[in-house]
């Protein structure tokens, strides 16, 4: 049983993986054997992820590079076959969100999500799957969101590309499932990093963030997710135990998707 939960011998890319959800999958990662690489999108922060796998003796590899960039993602790639090896799992992690009501959204701002959180995950797989499909195997996961199921004031374009991305993990699936790619989604619920820090700052009262309060209140687990409950969905997604998986996004979010929430 463990052997099918192993990745050693693996190379992954986690894209993002200096810190929040792409740091703790890391992590998990390479705890089941396999070598990490990580970008992210400047040396500082790249600076910081090393000091952080470090402490956690994880050995890693780390590069800068803006996944939106497809000539640095190329030459990223490129670079990581040569002084790592072929990457056998590539997850799709670096995100960003911008929350302003959609009718003061400028176009541009409404772009740059879309670039970041769907185009940058195309570029990605499409720099990766080449050399996948030579060495016959590959794993591509997408961090997609509850966002690719539901919507909420200020976030349009956030919610439109992790919709989109759902359907991207669904056609990769499906032109490369021939090649024995497998390309599945992980959906987080509301996880405590710093792209949800605003929403549960405390007021300055002291009390709780409103947000805070209701999302705790709408989630049956009745708690904000951690990074690290996003480890075994991961390291299953990454591994052979799920090479009959393909197309499918697994929500790891305390329940809240399947609950209606208590009546007022
Ligand atoms: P986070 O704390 O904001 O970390 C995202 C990482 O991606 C940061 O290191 C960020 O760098 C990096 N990044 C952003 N744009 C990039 C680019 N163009 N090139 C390379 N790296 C870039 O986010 P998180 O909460 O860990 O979320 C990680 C992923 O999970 C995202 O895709 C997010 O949408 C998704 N997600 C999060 C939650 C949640 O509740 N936290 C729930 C569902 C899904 P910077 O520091 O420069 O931004
Ligand atoms: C928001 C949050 C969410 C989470 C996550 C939920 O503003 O509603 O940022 O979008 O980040 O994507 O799954």
Request: glycine content about 12%; some cysteine; aromatic content about 6%.
């Amino acid at each position: 049983m463990n052997e099918m939960f192993s990745l050693e011998g693996k190379v992954a890319l986690v894209t993002g993986g200096s810190y929040g959800i792409g740091f703790a999958i890391a992590c998990g990662l390479a705890q089941a054997g396999a070598s990490i690489v990580f970008n992210d999108i400047n040396q500082e922060l790249v600076d910081k992820g090393l000091a952080a796998y470090a402490e956690q003796n994880i050995p890693v590899h780390g590069y800068v590079c803006d996944v939106t960039d497809e000539k640095a993602v190329g030459e990223l790639i490129a670079t990581i076959e040569k002084e790592v090896g072929v990457i056998d799992i590539l997850v799709n992690n670096a995100g960003i969100i911008k929350r302003i009501p959609m009718c003061e959204m400028s176009a541009e701002d409404f772009r740059k999500v879309i670039d970041v959180d769907l185009t940058a995950p195309f570029i990605m797989a499409k720099a990766c799957i080449p050399s996948m499909i030579r060495k016959g195997h590959g794993k591509i996961i997408n961090i997609c969101s509850m966002m690719s199921e539901l919507g909420r004031e200020t976030v349009s374009a956030y919610a439109a590309a992790k919709g989109g991305l759902k359907m991207l993990t669904r056609n990769i699936c499906s032109e490369f499932g021939g090649q024995n790619i497998q390309c599945n989604g992980i959906g987080p619920g509301y996880i405590a990093t710093p792209q949800t820090a605003p929403l549960r700052e405390r007021q300055a009262d002291g009390s709780r963030h409103p947000f805070d309060s209701f999302i705790v209140s709408k989630t049956p687990a009745g708690r904000w997710g951690d990074p690290e409950d996003l480890i075994g969905p991961a390291v299953f997604r990454a591994s052979d135990a799920s090479n009959f998986v393909n197309g499918h996004i697994l929500y790891v979010d305390g329940g809240i998707l399947a609950y209606i929430g208590k009546q007022p």
